[in-house]
């Protein structure tokens, strides 16, 4: 039998429109703590609201060295996480600086688990080894870079990296070969604050008029001040051939309270993105949420302030092992920044980086969690899974791939818009792969093999 239309809408509503009701208590999205309980760790016993909220005290109280990190820590987990935790900063190539805030919403009674702790504070016990093939600066930022700190990949736009400094270092970033502090492990290619650098920078991006779109980023935003991004800001929107620019920033997700309290700064941003209305072009905030958790009643006010002024902010999250690689988990990450109004943009599959190979996923995790992501809120609000091609390939859809070997691990990607023809590599940590897998990679005259098998099946 058929039924028209119109046979529908005479029908009772309750028949006609079959879904059921929502209990609203599931629809965790709209929920989140208005902000984390800061007085449960001893350091912080005595500190007032107004100290809490204020972006000057969490950036003064901000910890950058281990011993006192760990010092901050007693009394709130074991002694062996203690010491797992001396043992793997000792291992890390990464600087430390994590603010109060942060430390403030980590579960402490649960710091293995804790999807903040994994991103921040390293421990030994939870180490694996490098993966063979890779190297620091997997993506070949530098060797694509005609002036320091300005690396110009693709045909229209262009990173530039105006310093190197951040409100906090995260252990999985792509840039540990340039971010932070020297470590003992890694020598890093500085890229300072530096006005005779940025003349450099500028001169290059208005003599390439097929350049129209800007990523200031770093380092980060959060740390440049306000006259200094006013002035990055100004100097790129006068440029003719420039349309886009980005201003990307980890701070809304590790300080929001510079956003409330840093008039200074705010202002500083906001004039720019009023500048760049006034002359037709696109100033927007890019920044990096990875967890549900990351968002508070103060990022909720953060958000809403910047909303209020009209600033876009989209969000790059990186896929991350323990943290955020599972189907609910992402969900509920890209419901609360649609919510928030935040346009999840790209989720990362995690890159090549030193010392961190146990935060890394499988090429297949984050497909099957793509699938789960789309057609769950607007498509908009629905990001797309790259893998950032080893070896200056650029970003790809992860679902692009040309040939996916899930035994070794071994993907293969084209990318014709940057190089016609070339190949490149992705490769999945080995200690998920199957356990032949496991044992080719644990011969080294395999490894060329199985990726010379990958690059012939790839066509
Ligand atoms: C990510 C990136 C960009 C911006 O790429 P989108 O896909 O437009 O976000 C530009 N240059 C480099 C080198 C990059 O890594
Ligand atoms: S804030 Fe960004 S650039 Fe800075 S350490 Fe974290 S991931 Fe790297």
Same mark, same amino acid.
């Given at each position: 039998m058929t039924v028209s239309l119109l046979d529908l809408t005479k029908r009772a509503p309750e028949i006609?429109?079959? &879904?059921?009701?929502?209990?609203?208590?599931?629809?965790?999205?709209?929920?989140?703590?208005?902000?984390?309980?800061? !007085? *449960?760790?001893?350091?912080?016993?005595?500190?007032?609201e107004e100290q809490f909220l204020d972006h000057k005290w969490q950036a003064k109280k901000s910890i950058t060295r281990t011993d006192k990190l760990l010092e901050t820590l007693r009394g709130l987990v074991s002694d062996e996480f203690i010491k797992d935790a001396t043992a793997g900063f000792a291992r890390s190539p990464m600087s430390v600086r994590v603010s109060p805030y942060l430390l403030s919403l980590i579960d402490w009674n649960d710091p293995y688990g804790d999807p903040l702790r994994i991103q921040f504070?390293?421990?030994?016990?939870?180490?694996?080894?490098?993966?063979? +093939? #890779?190297?620091?600066?997997?993506?070949?930022?530098r060797e694509d870079a005609p002036v320091p700190g300005l690396t110009h990949r693709y045909t229209d736009k262009a990173l530039f990296l105006p310093l190197d400094t951040c409100p906090v270092y995260c252990r999985f970033c792509t840039r540990s070969y340039a971010v932070g502090i020297d470590t003992e492990d890694v020598e890093k290619t500085h890229f300072k604050v530096d006005e005779e650098r940025w003349q450099q920078a500028y001169k290059y991006i208005a003599s390439r008029p097929e350049l129209e779109d800007i990523v200031?980023?770093? $380092?980060?935003?959060?740390? #440049?001040?306000?006259?200094?991004?006013?002035?990055?800001?100004?100097? #790129?929107?006068?440029?003719?051939?420039?349309?886009?620019? *980005?201003?990307?920033?980890?701070?809304?997700?590790?300080?929001?309270? +510079?956003?409330?309290?840093?008039?200074e700064w705010i202002d500083a941003v906001t004039r720019v993105v009023e500048l760049g209305r006034k002359l037709h072009k696109d100033v927007v905030m890019h920044t990096h949420f990875n967890h549900p958790n990351?968002?508070?009643?103060?990022? *909720?006010?953060?958000?809403n302030k910047l909303f209020e002024r009209g600033i876009l902010v989209r969000n790059q999250a990186v896929l991350q092992r323990?943290?955020?690689?599972?189907?609910?988990?992402? &969900?509920?990450?890209? +419901? *609360?920044? $649609?919510?928030?109004?935040?346009?999840?943009?790209?989720?990362?599959?995690?890159? #090549?980086?030193? $010392?961190v190979e146990d935060l890394r996923t499988t090429l297949d995790t984050a497909t099957m969690i793509e699938k789960h992501v789309r057609g769950s809120t607007a498509g908009f609000n629905t990001p797309t899974f790259v893998v950032d091609a080893p070896g200056g390939? $650029? +970003? !790809?859809?992860?679902?692009?791939?040309?040939?996916?070997? !899930?035994?070794?691990?071994?993907?293969?990607?084209?990318?014709?818009?940057? &190089?016609?023809?070339?190949?490149?590599?992705?490769?999945d940590p080995i200690d998920q792969l199957p356990a032949e897998g496991k044992a080719r990679w644990a011969d080294p005259r395999e490894h060329q093999v199985m990726i010379d098998e990958a690059l012939a099946k790839s066509g």
């Open positions: 006609a429109f079959q &879904k059921p009701a929502v209990d609203p208590a599931t629809l965790l999205h709209k929920s989140m703590p208005e902000a984390p309980d800061w !007085r *449960r760790i001893p350091a912080y016993a005595d500190v007032t504070i390293p421990v030994a016990s939870r180490f694996l080894p490098d993966h063979p +093939k #890779l190297g620091l600066d997997s993506l070949h930022e200031v980023s770093g $380092g980060d935003a959060y740390n #440049l001040r306000a006259e200094q991004l006013e002035a990055i800001g100004t100097t #790129l929107l006068k440029m003719d051939n420039i349309r886009r620019i *980005r201003l990307a920033t980890k701070g809304p997700a590790v300080m929001p309270q +510079k956003i409330l309290t840093d008039h990351e968002i508070t009643g103060i990022t *909720r006010d953060a958000l323990g943290v955020n690689d599972s189907p609910e988990t992402m &969900k509920l990450l890209v +419901k *609360r920044l $649609g919510h928030l109004h935040v346009q999840p943009y790209y989720v990362y599959v995690h890159d #090549l980086v030193q $010392g390939g $650029g +970003k !790809r859809d992860a679902h692009s791939y040309e040939h996916y070997d !899930r035994t070794t691990g071994v993907s293969v990607f084209q990318s014709p818009s940057v &190089k016609e023809g070339a190949r490149y590599v992705y490769f």
